[in-house]
């Protein structure tokens, strides 16, 4: 497994913002397609937001659209996760992937995976 790693998770209002970011070391995945995907205590794994390979591309869960922004950079080997006006809804731990279906959203495409970063949102 190719090691990518998550950061910039932690506790926040209802309201604030957080932005997440996710490395690459060891290879670079610039020619990939990035995922972040999320999951909730007690339910399933879900698909967030995804980017190209190249960033002009980027594709949005709806229950996040309008709220978060998914960009990269490619000379730094890292992605982004700018999360604003977060609700209690979005507690959860979330995972940055790489190399998968940009448009097809499940975990099981993505070969290379984080351990992922707590998000908590208090009310």
């Known amino acids: 497994q190719v090691p990518l790693v998550e950061s910039g998770g932690g506790l926040v209002q209802a309201g604030g913002s957080l932005r997440l970011s996710c490395a690459a070391s060891?290879?670079?995945?610039?020619?990939?397609?990035m995922g972040w995907f999320r999951q909730a205590p007690g339910k399933e794994r879900e698909f967030v937001a995804s980017?190209?390979?190249?960033?002009?591309?980027?594709y949005y869960a709806d229950s996040v659209k309008g709220r978060f922004t998914i960009s990269r950079d490619n000379a730094k080997n890292t992605v982004y996760l700018q999360m604003n006006n977060l609700k209690p809804e979005d507690t959860a731990v979330y995972y940055c992937?790489?190399?998968?279906?940009?448009?097809?959203?499940?975990?099981?495409?993505?070969?290379?995976r984080g351990q992922g970063t707590q998000v908590t949102v208090s009310s």
């Open positions: 980017i190209s390979w190249n960033g002009g591309s980027t």
């Open positions: 060891g290879r670079t995945f610039s020619g990939y397609h």
């Open positions: 992937a790489a190399g998968g279906d940009m448009y097809g959203g499940r975990w099981s495409q993505y070969p290379y």
